[in-house]
């Protein structure tokens, strides 16, 4: 990101049309997805995409079912009731970050589905490639491959839906793609929670209520810095590869990855919760920086924008 230096966002200024009053004033910005068009809309029958969409979202969501068909009991079900929990709160952190570009529900909506039934197929499919880890590194095989195999595959899978909803829906800007990203994730992050929950019960020794609830527990309680903050640097990444920013989108893309990593890694074990809030600490704060920078901008360009097109639009008295 070193070497972009306006301050505005990249690839945006097709998307805003800018009003001014008879005496040049700037009276707001008004985004073209509310004029008509397709712009923002994900229910559009007649592209391929919207097919491939849903036919990942289709098959993942009946493999998911089947996965969790035999798992589902009482306990939890208790379990599932704290994790949802989750959703809310971060789904509040990522409406509070996009409302100078909020998307339709519609698309959020598809964007969560997807996450959760689409990505987590075929992470699950790329997640059974890395079998061979325990045959490179047989004695570390089992603590390390989350952290190898995790970010390869499941934040691939998530980064492709969200170049397809982007593409489909014609959004192009880094806020848009923030929300888009971060909806994904969260989507992921609550099926993912949801199967952890359940074998938690299943691997409990004493209780399928208490297993199922401690790890319900802990899962909320690192909700904040979980798939939905990976996947918001990828959202943010793909809108800038989109607009031809090649070094800040792959690195912010590769942020996600390594955001992804780090928390994946098992240095916790043995070592207590300092170091897992040492993590959320580490993944919070670099989306703080993130987040700051992009609203930031966001505001310089819109008002730089309205300054130079009002200043043109006076009309002399």
């Not at 029958?45 to 036919?55: C, K, T, Y």
């Not at 289709?58 to 493999?63: I, R």
């Not at 609830?213 to 899962?219: D, E, H, K, N, S």
């Amino acid at each position: 990101m070193h070497r972009d230096h306006t301050p505005g966002l990249p690839g945006c200024h097709h998307l805003y049309q800018h009003r001014c009053d008879p005496a040049g004033g700037h009276r707001g910005t008004t985004p073209r997805a509310d004029r008509g068009g397709d712009m923002n809309r994900v229910y559009q029958p007649r592209s391929a995409l919207w097919w491939v969409m849903l036919a990942l979202g289709v098959v993942g969501y009946l493999s998911y079912m089947e996965l969790m068909a035999a798992r589902v009991n009482s306990a939890v079900l208790a379990g599932g009731m704290v994790v949802l929990l989750a959703p809310v709160l971060c789904g509040v952190v990522i409406w509070h970050c996009s409302q100078s570009r909020p998307l339709r529900p519609s698309v959020a909506s598809v964007a969560f589905l997807l996450g959760a039934c689409g990505a987590t197929w075929v992470a699950m499919q790329g997640n059974q490639a890395f079998g061979f880890l325990y045959y490179v590194i047989p004695n570390h095989a089992e603590d390390w491959q989350p952290a190898i195999a995790g970010p390869f595959t499941e934040e691939w899978a998530k980064s492709v839906l969200i170049l397809l909803i982007a593409v489909l829906c014609g959004l192009r800007h880094p806020v848009q793609g923030f929300c888009i990203g971060a909806c994904v994730g969260l989507g992921f992050q609550t099926a993912e929670n949801i199967f952890y929950v359940a074998r938690g019960a299943v691997e409990d020794p004493n209780s399928d209520v208490e297993g199922a609830l401690i790890t319900a527990v802990l899962r909320l309680f690192t909700a904040l810095a979980s798939h939905w903050a990976f996947s918001a640097f990828a959202g943010v990444g793909v809108m800038l590869l989109l607009a031809r920013r090649w070094l800040s989108g792959i690195a912010l893309v590769f942020c996600g990855y390594l955001c992804h990593f780090l928390w994946n890694t098992p240095v916790e074990i043995g070592n207590g919760l300092g170091v897992l809030a040492l993590k959320m600490l580490i993944v919070d704060g670099a989306l703080f920086l993130l987040v700051r920078w992009m609203v930031r901008a966001d505001v310089s360009q819109v008002a730089g924008e309205g300054r130079g097109r009002c200043a043109g639009d006076v009309v002399p008295g």
